[in-house]
């Protein structure tokens, strides 16, 4: 289309330029005719004037001549008196410019008489006879001859003769003499153009006279043939061979023409030059036009190629919601809206059209609504939709926004993706289902394992009280307590082992002071240590940092497995070495080496140190036994963390086991003051009155056996109704709850216990069940019991906890000034968080709480320092240490404190309204969190 274009600009600029030239050649044409004309016009005009000047001057000197005898008058005595005409011709003479001289002739041609003395008696130049035409008006009339050049003057002239009967001079004739000077005027008296001459001529071609003066040609006959081109008029005069011709040169004539005609013709070129520019400028600009689409043609057709070859449909409407373009597989999708999919076509009428035809088979109901929903979904920048097809194939469907209000769309299929989702999700599932089967039957297994575990440690450790046993019996009781108590810690293993490979590790990062922390695990293995007198030495590199962010609680397990792990293996009087580096190579984090001096781990079995329950000794030593799921759970530990363990040993020489832990180094803080000590146990506890409730015989005799000794009276239930109605009837000290129990559950029974008024609902609860998973503790300090212990039952532990609760070191009671917040403010703690909390922390809780106290009290007198305000860097450090286990330990009033100091650090707002706030906030809180901390 361009190039079609294009030639109809070159053909119109060709029309335009051949119009415009045959314009300035006619215009020029009739400029030229109309100056030709004109020509003509001045020639006839000169012509005639000069023509009546010349008749009425010859007629005049005609008159003068035939005139003369009267003139004369008589001669005296018939004699003719020269001297007296010769006076009389001087008089004429001078009144008249036309001619020269007035002469009288006689007979034989002799002036007589004339007006000028040259000629007087003398002969004129030239015969009167032959030489004289008769030009008169009428036959025997004036004669014309010459021109003559007068002998005298040397100049030109035409004499006019005319026969004339003077008395006393007969056959005279008179004559006068007009100078060719004077005949000149008389030519000029028409007027004078550029380029005229004005001759006077005989009808034979004699040239008598000319203007402008030709002295040359003068008496000649010149050939009208040599003259240039003229315009030319001959008019004739009254004396009949005499003619007056006048002509103009064409040049002349022309001359105002050419000087004309240069401006329209260079205008013309001009205009013509302007058109052959435009025309040229158009052309370009079309090329360019033509280049251009051709370009786009191009582009386009690469891009239709490059949509047609997507595996997805691509679709793009404009802001008038209008189709623009479409590849080929949109089409395929939208097979029965194919017809409707055409540029130009509006999303609407798509959609109707396909609804129309089934194309969507999940668009039930009102099919005008259902496109004014789908118009406001691609309008608000929703999320991608599913779409079911008629061939039951599946797409997704994605749409956005264009900058200029188009909008543009994707079509997915996502069929197999459905399928294979489908499948996973069966899978998942399945797999979920086995988890759930998996996590009952170890939860039901730990229960029936914890059970007759219960009964043989318990008894073990109660008979071992006996002082009366021999060294052979309690040699036996002892054999019998440490294989309870291996089978025990091997089903506290499989319980943790399974929770990580569940996923449902979650690490609790804070805030961990690492020396505090090594130097801990160093204490506790003290007295496996002493026992055979090992050398156990910490070694601290001074790059360490002081504190990292880490989870305190899995590091020391990781740390206490390596280092139960070495001095298990190392040989009496051997040597442990606990070293911690930093990371090399600038990257944050520790390198904790863990080295012991025995027997090392042989080449063949390095690779079964991290597997489950591989069992490794290597000389037989009865002690390297364990549940071999100590170095596994490490290895899973580190690998959650993004960490890695490995160990490098030569038969012999010790082996050395290592551990890389990517943890992020915190800012540098100052030594927290001491935490004030939780108070002293009770020297000895006086006779309690215990209600047990439990529904297995053994499990109470065990309780019997190891209550009874310390001086207190059990009363036994075997359900949680009676539990219920033993509490309603009689004064308990304190209650030990089993929770799986026939009928009502412990966990119902504490509940309904809680319900009653006091003091018979605030009577301590200590939940002694078998139950150990993270939710089954959670559950049961939600229920409202005030601890938990899992079975089987360690006696001191046993003895411990219930010295606690009875001394009222319960978390519950340390919250009785949360009860009641005022309306408009938080409580100081949330009770259901604390509970999660101490649910999840489990047998770390007590130490993980004084932890986390630790932290806010370290954290709040940061932000307490006067001039904290300009320091923002520290200020929001110290306000991130306080929020993480403040919201953990559900210290809500404190966590709003924070979070509002926090808003108005980011918006560069005063923060000392908030941090004024603080402080009183954290005087009501701490001392709660303390309470529960040594409580817990």
């Known amino acids: 289309m361009t190039r079609s274009l294009r030639r109809t600009v070159l053909g119109a600029a060709v029309a335009i330029l051949l119009v415009q030239a045959l314009a300035t050649g006619l215009m020029v044409e009739r400029g030229r005719q109309e100056a030709l004309a004109q020509a003509h016009q001045t020639v006839e005009r000169i012509a005639r004037a000069v023509e009546a000047n010349i008749n009425r001057h010859f007629t005049q000197v005609e008159s003068l001549l035939f005139g003369l005898p009267v003139i004369l008058g008589p001669a005296r005595d018939g004699r003719f008196d020269a001297n007296r005409a010769s006076e009389v011709l001087q008089e004429l003479n001078n009144q008249n410019l036309i001619y020269r001289d007035i002469l009288v002739l006689d007979s034989t041609g002799q002036a007589v008489a004339t007006a000028l003395s040259v000629y007087r008696r003398r002969r004129l130049p030239g015969p009167t006879g032959p030489s004289f035409n008769e030009s008169g008006l009428h036959e025997g009339g004036l004669r014309i001859g010459g021109p003559i050049r007068n002998p005298a003057s040397r100049e030109w002239g035409l004499f006019f003769a005319h026969p004339v009967n003077i008395s006393g001079l007969p056959n005279a004739t008179a004559m006068a003499e007009i100078p060719l000077a004077n005949l000149s005027q008389l030519l000029a008296s028409g007027g004078d153009a550029p380029g005229l001459r004005i001759t006077l001529m005989r009808n034979d071609g004699l040239l008598l006279a000319a203007l402008p003066h030709e002295e040359a040609q003068i008496a000649t006959r010149p050939d009208p ?210 988890d759930v089967a998996k996590g009952m039957f170890l939860a039901r297994m730990s229960h029936e394992l914890r059970t007759p575990l219960n009964s043989m440690l318990g008894f073990a450790q109660a008979l071992m009280q006996d002082n009366n046993l021999g060294h052979t019996q309690r040699d036996q009781l002892r054999l019998l307590h440490d294989a309870g108590a291996h089978l025990r810690e091997l089903v506290n293993r499989l319980l943790d082992l399974t929770k990580i490979e569940a996923g449902q590790l979650d690490l609790d990062l804070r805030p961990v002071m690492l020396r505090p922390l090594f130097e801990a695990c160093v204490g506790l293995m003290a007295p496996d240590v002493d026992r055979k007198r090992l050398r156990l030495s910490l070694d601290l590199s001074p790059a360490m940092p002081e504190m990292v962010e880490a989870d305190a609680m899995r590091l020391r397990q990781m740390l206490l497995n390596l280092l139960s792990n070495a001095v298990k293996f190392t040989p009496d009087g051997g040597r442990v070495d606990l070293r911690v580096r930093p990371l090399a190579r600038h990257q944050q984090g520790l390198r904790i080496e863990v080295q012991d001096s025995g027997p090392g781990v042989p080449p063949d079995k390095r690779h079964l140190l991290f ?123 304190i209650v030990l709850m089993d929770v799986h129990m026939p009928g009502m559950d412990g966990l119902e029974a504490t509940r309904r216990i809680r319900a009653l008024p006091a003091p018979k609902g605030t009577i301590p609860i200590l939940g002694v069940t078998a139950s150990t998973l993270p939710e089954e503790i959670s559950a049961c300090y939600e229920a409202g019991m005030d601890g938990h212990l899992a079975k089987p039952i360690d006696r001191d532990a046993l003895l411990a906890a219930m010295q606690d609760l009875v001394a009222g070191h319960s978390w519950r009671s340390a919250l009785p000034s949360m009860t009641a917040p005022r309306p408009e403010e938080p409580p100081l703690v949330n009770e259901a968080t604390l509970r999660r909390s101490l649910a999840d922390l489990g047998a770390l809780a007590a130490h993980a709480m004084h932890d986390m106290v630790e932290e806010i009290r370290e954290g709040c007198a940061v932000l307490a320092e006067p001039r904290i305000a300009r320091d923002v860097t520290r200020m929001r450090q110290a306000a991130h240490m306080v929020m993480e286990p403040a919201r953990s330990l559900g210290a809500e009033r404190l966590t709003n404190g924070i979070d509002r100091l926090q808003r108005a650090i980011r918006a560069g707002q005063d923060v000392t309204p908030h941090l004024a706030a603080l402080p009183e906030i954290v005087a009501d809180t701490l001392p709660l969190l303390q309470r529960v901390a040594v409580s817990a």
């Open 611 to 733: 597997r489950d329950f591989a069992q490794i000794s290597p000389h037989g030593e009865s002690e390297g036994l364990g549940t071999g799921l100590g170095l596994a759970i490490t290895a899973r530990l580190a690998a959650a963390m993004g960490g890695a363990i490995g160990c490098d040993s030569e038969p012999g020489a010790g082996a050395l086991f290592w551990l890389e832990l990517p943890l992020r180094t915190l800012a540098e803080r100052p030594l927290p003051e001491p935490a004030p000590a939780p108070p002293p146990p009770m020297p000895g506890m006086p006779g309690l009155l215990v209600l047990v409730a439990d529904d297995l015989a053994p499990n109470r005799l065990v309780v019997q056996a190891l209550l009874a000794p310390a001086g207190h009276r059990v009363e036994f239930v075997s359900s949680g109704a009676a539990a219920v109605t033993a509490v309603e009837r009689h004064a308990f000290d």
């Open 225 to 434: 043939a040599a003259e240039p081109p003229v315009v030319a008029l001959t008019r004739p005069t009254l004396y009949g061979n005499l003619t007056i011709r006048v002509t103009m040169t064409r040049e002349a004539a022309l001359a105002a023409w050419s000087s004309d005609r240069w401006p329209a013709i260079l205008f013309s070129a001009a205009f013509g030059l302007l058109i052959i520019t435009l025309a040229g400028l158009l052309s370009i600009m079309l090329r360019q036009r033509e280049r251009t689409e051709g370009d786009r043609d191009r582009w386009r057709t690469t891009l239709a190629n490059a949509l047609d070859s997507m595996s997805d449909g691509f679709v793009l409407f404009g802001p008038d919601d209008r189709l623009v373009i479409c590849n080929q597989r949109f089409r395929e999708m939208y097979a029965l809206s194919a017809p409707f999919i055409r540029e130009g076509a509006s999303f609407r009428d798509i959609m109707r059209e396909g609804a129309l035809r089934g194309q969507f088979p999940q668009l039930t109901g009102d099919i005008e609504a259902a496109i004014d929903e789908m118009v406001r979904w691609r309008r608000s920048k929703g999320p991608p939709l599913e779409s079911l097809l008629p061939d039951g194939r599946w797409i997704l469907i994605t749409e956005r926004m264009t900058p200029d209000g188009g909008t543009i769309g994707i079509r997915t299929d996502i069929t197999e993706l459905k399928r294979a989702n489908e499948e996973l999700a069966r899978a998942r599932d399945a797999a979920h289902a086995e």
